[in-house]
């Protein structure tokens, strides 16, 4: 039952939506299978996956870093300069008695996006060097793969746009240094997602498991 | 679609659990004694054939979702302090504003993140529980395709809160021109998050294990 790095063999695999058993022929760079069943994703090759996400991580990293360390956005009006940096999003909710709001702001801008990038080149870094430590890598791999619909970057992109546009004719905007490491982030963020199969890593840490 | 197809039959037909996280599969053992779990050898996580309590949890989620998103659409989610004169927003109003300037693309991408996404995500949710309680035989593919594209979009309704964040942080120019966070946002995070949680815990393998065919 156990995977298999040939590349003549096939893998056993269950939709992870309708749980139809399935064998998953060993696929070709740029090829995507699907279920038969239900349509989902089981599985896409990327050539060179890994490479390609490890550098991707670490330029999230450096450019987040970028992102974060200057305004994105200030407002000039009256004389007054307001800026803002993604951490004063959610630092003016606190000020405002809106802990909730102010906990969910940090979170999903700053926290999960840093711990996704952080862990995912612990991860990949582990699995290119073969010196994998499953009782470490695999839990945090899983926390990744859970947590990765709360790291929500590009819909904050989306709302500095209307923020924008909403303040347009109040106020003169400048934008910040920030605001193009930000995009550039977002950009490298999906490519990363783009590159990596969550699948491909798994494979290598359920090597030597005996099932 | 390149897969090739034994016989068609489920894990759970085969006496195997596959990983919720890892996919990896494991044989369920014969007889297992109540209140063991069941570990998955990859990455240690409990191993369960379907989320365990998938409906009860989903639908307490939604239930709460439900109410929560009345004062959402009418308590204001901020207010525009404009040369000493508040003015209080509720969401609708919000798209609004932005129509009237003009600015018709993004007035719309805001009206389908926050008033077309949140009802679509509570309409589809409640039809996918109400279609696994009366065993449902419609489309499963379909349904199964609703909810992939509810688990991906839902995120989206956040666009507005984080639109309140950045503009509380930056207008404070006291008297003059000012904004404040309302009890409307809370609420609407509130449903946001809790849709989140609910479509998580949502189990479509359950869609399939309802068709006799």
Known sequence: ?????????????????????????C?????????????HLL??????????SLAFALTGIFLFILANSFPFISLSALGIEQDSSLFSASWAFYQMDRP???????????????????????????????????????????FLMSTDAWGMLEVFLLAVLVAVVKLGDMADIVIGVSMYAFIALIIVLTLLSLSLDPEDVWQELRKGVKQ | MKSSQRNRQTAREAGLIACHFCHSLVKMPRQRQENTELHCPV?????????????????????????????????????????????????????????????WPLALIVFVASIVVPILKLVVLSGLLISIRFQSQWNPVERTRLYRIMEFIGRWSMVDIFVIA??????????????????????FAAVVVLTMFAAHTFDPRLIWDNMHD
Not at chain 1, 1 to 25: F, I, W, Y
């Open chain 1, 1 to 25: 039952m156990s995977s298999s790095s040939h590349c003549n063999s096939l893998t056993l695999r269950a939709c992870p939506d309708c749980d139809l058993l399935q064998e998953l022929p």
């Open chain 2, 43 to 103: 990455c240690n996580s409990v191993l369960h054939s379907r989320i365990p309590y998938s409906l009860t949890k989903t639908s307490a989620l939604l239930l709460a979702a439900l109410f929560l998103y009345v004062p959402a659409n009418i308590l204001p989610i901020m207010t525009v302090i404009f040369q000493g004169a508040g003015q209080p927003d509720t969401i609708m109003q919000g798209v609004l504003h932005l129509l009237e300037g003009g600015m």
């Open chain 2, 166 to 187: 950045i503009l509380v942080a930056l207008v404070q120019f006291g008297n003059t021109a000012s904004i404040f966070p309302g009890l409307g946002a809370l609420s």
């Open chain 1, 43 to 52: 599985k896409k090759t990327c050539h060179d996956s890994l490479n390609r």
């Open chain 1, 27 to 39: 696929s070709q760079a740029g090829h995507a299978i699907y279920c038969v069943r239900c349509g």
């Open chain 1, 100 to 142: 909730f709001l102010a906990i969910l702001v940090l979170f999903t801008t700053i926290i999960f996006p840093l711990l996704s990038l952080i862990g995912m080149v612990i991860v990949l870094i582990a699995v290119k060097m073969k010196r994998i430590q499953r009782t470490l890598i695999a839990p945090l791999f899983r």
